[in-house]
Nanobody, 124 residues
Framework: QVQLVESGGGSVQAGGSLRLSCAASGLTFSFYSMGWFRQAPGKGREGVATIKTSGIRTAYADSVKGRFTISRDNAKNTLYLQMNNLSPEDTAMYYC?????????????????WGQGTQVTVSS
């Protein structure tokens, strides 16, 4: 069956960096556009970054633009999120998701598969 497994979360101080990974199995990874979403306590889930199948086309939420970088390695079936200059506002559970859709990537309802999430906590 399809599995998306996130890793790389943890606790860091403001200004620090983390690199999240999402290992995919049970699907043809290169056929799927991917997204990173996050959910902070008491808030709804929000899109962070998206990447299309080839890895060339990416998009970011305004709140992370210039600090986060999404990338993928189709040979390794792995999605990444490099997060730099983290702030306490970035504290959330981070999820990766996969979709066969090529548009509407900010709409979480477009996604076919979701990981279980990895916690990121940033202290001031």
């Amino acid at each position: 069956q399809v599995q998306l497994v996130e890793s790389g979360g943890g606790s860091v101080q403001a200004g620090g960096s983390l690199r999240l990974s999402c290992a995919a199995s049970g699907l043809t990874f290169s056929f799927y556009s991917m997204g990173w979403f996050r959910q902070a306590p008491g808030k709804g889930r929000e899109g962070v970054a998206t990447i299309k199948t080839s890895g060339i086309r990416t998009a970011y939420a305004d709140s992370v633009k210039g600090r986060f970088t999404i990338s993928r390695d189709n040979a390794k079936n792995t999605l990444y999120l490099q997060m730099n200059n983290l702030s306490p506002e970035d504290t959330a559970m981070y999820y990766c998701a996969a979709t066969t859709s090529y548009i509407g990537l900010w709409n979480e309802n477009e996604y076919n598969y979701w990981g279980q999430g990895t916690q990121v906590t940033v202290s001031s």
